[in-house]
């Protein structure tokens, strides 16, 4: 069964350094989202994808942020200049479209800023 | 979207249902009610969806009342590896599809 991927699992960096997170959605699905989840915190979200631009964005997804399709298979999450709170889980889902709504979510990336 | 009312947590016997409450009172004619579960650590995953029918797939049943005021998610049979947050969300599609999660029910199946 496809399945959206992510990598790397664990992320560990300083504060201030650029750190972008990579995921494969799955291959015929056409929407695209980030969410993250801070440990102990509801699973929040961040950005959604469509036809090569952001269809809608939270309060969270401020100008450090950035995500970008560079080709037809990686959806890729860029933190210009991390700090301490952008420590969480960070998923990635695709949706195929159509009649279809649920979202398939990969198994995450841990990002650590330290 | 309308807001869901979950127990925050609830214990099952292994091989015996779960039952999984969600109460969304102010739910509007065009709003579906979603589940998904994550269990720990991982990617939310999604379970089943429904309107006004009663749904059923491989993993689980969903029982919606007749005024959609209500929903209970069932597990048949629970075994260990369902112990998971699970998420009931109502949801018309809008806003982009995104998916606003609550903090959940945590179910703990016990051997």
């Known amino acids: 069964e496809p399945e959206v991927t992510q990598t790397p699992s664990h992320q560990v960096t300083q504060m201030g350094q650029e750190v972008i997170l990579r995921c494969v959605p799955i291959?015929?699905?056409?929407?695209f989202y980030w969410y993250r989840q801070i440990l102990g915190q509801k699973v929040e979200f961040l950005v959604s994808f469509y036809n090569n631009e952001i269809s809608e964005k939270s309060e969270i997804f401020d100008d450090q942020f950035s995500v970008e399709r560079p080709d037809g298979s990686n959806f890729t999450l860029k933190i210009r200049s991390t700090k301490l709170e952008d420590s969480a889980m960070y998923f990635c889902?695709?949706?195929?479209?159509?009649?279809?709504?649920?979202?398939?979510f990969g198994p995450g990336t841990r990002l650590t800023v330290t | 979207d309308a807001k869901t009312t979950q127990p925050t947590s609830m214990d099952c016997a292994e091989g015996r249902a779960a039952n999984l409450p969600c109460n969304h009172s102010?739910?509007?004619?065009?709003?579906?009610v979603y589940w998904y579960r994550q269990i720990h650590s991982q990617g939310p995953q999604y379970i089943i969806h429904?309107?006004?029918n009663n749904e059923t797939n491989e993993m689980a049943s969903l029982i919606i009342t007749e005024d959609r005021k209500s929903s209970t998610l069932i597990l048949p049979h629970a075994t260990l590896r369902d112990t998971a947050v699970y998420y009931c969300i109502v949801w018309s599609g809008g806003s982009n599809y995104k998916l606003t999660f609550g903090k959940g029910t945590l179910l703990t199946v016990n051997p």
């Open positions: 291959s015929n699905h056409l929407y």
């Open positions: 102010t739910i509007s004619g065009n709003e579906y």
């Open positions: 429904g309107l006004k």
């Open positions: 889902a695709s949706r195929k479209g159509d009649s279809r709504w649920e979202q398939y």
